[in-house]
């Protein structure tokens, strides 16, 4: 059964960092993208940053471009996500994601985590 589990989330003044973890088990996700989502009360869940399976290419949503840098090691099968330079808008529940496939046509979630930046 593929599970994924984010920590690393907590309370943070403005200005702060976090380090995000999401680690997954029961399948190998080495072959697979991976992202980090979130979702603040009252709004839609949206999308903030995706890596290839490599490593080699990530992409960030505008809102957290160069604040935030993720990043992942195959061998724990683990994906991370620093982010700095947090803001109050950045408060919400954040979510880890593996990416379908040709061959695995299922996209898999984390239970969500939650970051609140104080002003």
């Known amino acids: 059964q593929v599970q994924l589990v984010e920590s690393g989330g907590g309370l943070v003044q403005a200005g702060g960092s976090l380090r995000l973890s999401c680690a997954a088990s029961?399948?190998?996700?080495?072959?697979?993208?991976m992202g980090w989502f979130r979702q603040a009360p009252g709004k839609e869940r949206e999308f903030v940053a995706r890596?290839?399976?490599?490593?080699?290419?990530?992409w960030y949503a505008d809102s957290v471009k160069g604040r935030f840098t993720i990043s992942r090691d195959n061998a724990k099968n683990t994906v991370y996500l620093q982010l700095n330079s947090l803001k109050p808008d950045d408060t919400a529940a954040y979510y880890c994601?593996?990416?379908?496939?040709?061959?695995?046509?299922?996209?898999?979630w984390g239970q969500g985590i939650q970051v609140t930046v104080s002003s």
């Open positions: 890596i290839s399976w490599s490593g080699a290419r990530p």
């Open positions: 994601r593996v990416y379908a496939t040709l061959q695995d046509p299922h996209n898999y």
């Open positions: 029961g399948r190998t996700f080495s072959n697979y993208d």
